[in-house]
């Protein structure tokens, strides 16, 4: 029997990365995609996949459960064993210390939302894409693993921490089957440009300064988005129920490590660093014990830094009309008022 798996966020970096690769490697699944097409979200982004019978669209939002209702009749109308892998929430760090309202209301309301009506379809399996940034900041050592205690930091960890919390409870309360899932820093085709690497990307190729904040010595461990999404499908596929699974590339960066890796490759001078402001309440360093996930579900990167970072600045250079589409407008207005005149 054929697997429909309803995707929620599936417009944006991530979700709409994962779609593509459901295209590839699962291409019997059916898919429907429930995304509100926020600022970050892009039906540009699903150009690939948009004359795909098996695809669905359904613009809607998950903090309306009529909406999520239509997105469940939709893959209900496709047939076969229901699954559903949760992207959708508000993803940036800056934007939660400017407001942090539309996080609760999309991170924790709307997955409280989509596990009511998951529950009351009977979907064979749940998976929650959380992040390493609920377990708070590391020292120069250590890692993260599953049993590190959660000491979320920002608005926004702080509401992710909020929905794993909402889907644990759903599992011990009712038996639900959920995953959760916990990956560090993504990079790759798609990611909007307020995210550090593709914005250093974008304006080291038009000759801008790049905003580094406080000392640039900030570390986050850097996983190609397709390692990620690789991993959530082995979670989907084998993944225990009520478990949770760190998902990392053990490749530590401090901020300006990399910075200085993107204008080697693009043959740009380290003038164009300029440091800024620090955000408030900056977590000095994320990294990822995988143990877990490689261990138990046979998961590993498959990408190493040196070959997906190229890959990925190629791809921005052969989709710069995207990136001039995302970069305008609202995206605009953002700038301005993070970065002021820098
Ligand atoms: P993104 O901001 O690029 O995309 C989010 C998508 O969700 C967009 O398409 C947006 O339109 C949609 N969305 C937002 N609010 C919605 C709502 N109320 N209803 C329906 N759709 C809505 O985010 P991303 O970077 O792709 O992250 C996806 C998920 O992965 C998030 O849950 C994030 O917390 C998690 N995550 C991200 C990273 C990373 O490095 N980017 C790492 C670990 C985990
Ligand atoms: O760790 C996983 C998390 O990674 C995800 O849960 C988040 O959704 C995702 O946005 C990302 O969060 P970060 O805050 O780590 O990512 P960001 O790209 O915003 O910043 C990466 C690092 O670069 C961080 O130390 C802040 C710094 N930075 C960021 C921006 C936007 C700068 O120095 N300058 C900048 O202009």
Redesign the pocket.
């Known amino acids: 029997m054929h697997h429909t798996i309803l995707v929620t966020g599936g417009a944006g970096f991530i979700g709409s990365n994962f779609v593509h690769m459901l295209a590839e490697i699962r291409p019997e699944a059916r898919v429907v995609n429930l995304d509100a097409l926020t600022y970050a979200g892009n039906l540009e982004n699903l150009e690939p996949v948009a004359k795909n019978a098996r695809h669905r669209f359904v613009h809607g939002d998950i903090t309306k459960p009529e909406d999520v209702e239509k997105a469940f009749q939709e893959a209900k109308g496709l047939g076969g064993q229901l699954f559903v892998v949760h992207f959708a929430?508000e993803?940036?760090?800056?934007r939660s210390i400017v407001s942090g309202t539309p996080f609760v209301t999309t991170n924790v309301v709307g997955t409280q939302i989509l596990l009511d009506a998951s529950r009351r379809h009977g979907v064979e399996k749940f998976v929650h894409v959380?992040?390493?940034?609920v377990y708070g900041s590391l020292g120069d050592t250590g890692l993260f693993t599953e049993e590190t205690p959660l000491a979320p930091n920002?608005p926004?960890?702080a509401s992710?921490a909020g929905s794993d919390l909402l889907v644990r409870a759903a599992v011990h309360t009712h038996g639900f089957p959920a995953c959760i899932t916990r990956?560090?820093?993504?990079y790759g085709p798609y990611q909007f440009p307020?995210?550090?690497?593709p914005?250093?990307i974008a304006n080291a190729t038009e000759g801008k300064s790049?905003?580094?904040?406080?000392d640039?010595m900030?570390?986050?461990?850097w996983l190609y988005v397709r390692d990620h999404c690789e991993a959530i499908l082995a979670v989907l596929e084998k993944g225990q129920v009520g478990e949770a699974y760190n998902i990392g590339g053990n490749n530590e960066l401090a901020?300006l490590v990399?910075v200085r890796h993107v204008l080697r490759e693009l043959g740009k001078p380290e003038s164009l660093i300029t440091y800024?402001k620090d955000?408030p309440g900056?977590?000095r360093r994320?990294a990822i014990d995988a143990t877990k996930i490689r261990r138990e579900l046979g998961w590993s990167p498959r990408f190493t830094f040196a070959e997906a970072l190229p890959l990925t600045i190629r791809w921005y250079a052969t989709h710069s009309g995207w990136l001039q589409r995302v970069r305008s407008g609202a995206y605009r207005e953002y700038y301005a008022r993070?970065?002021g005149a820098s």
């Open positions: 929430a993803s940036h760090v800056d959380s992040t390493d940034e920002s926004y960890s992710k990956c560090s820093n993504n307020e995210k550090f690497l914005l250093m790049i905003p580094v904040y406080g640039g900030y570390v986050r461990d901020n990399l800024v955000r900056h977590d994320y993070q970065y």
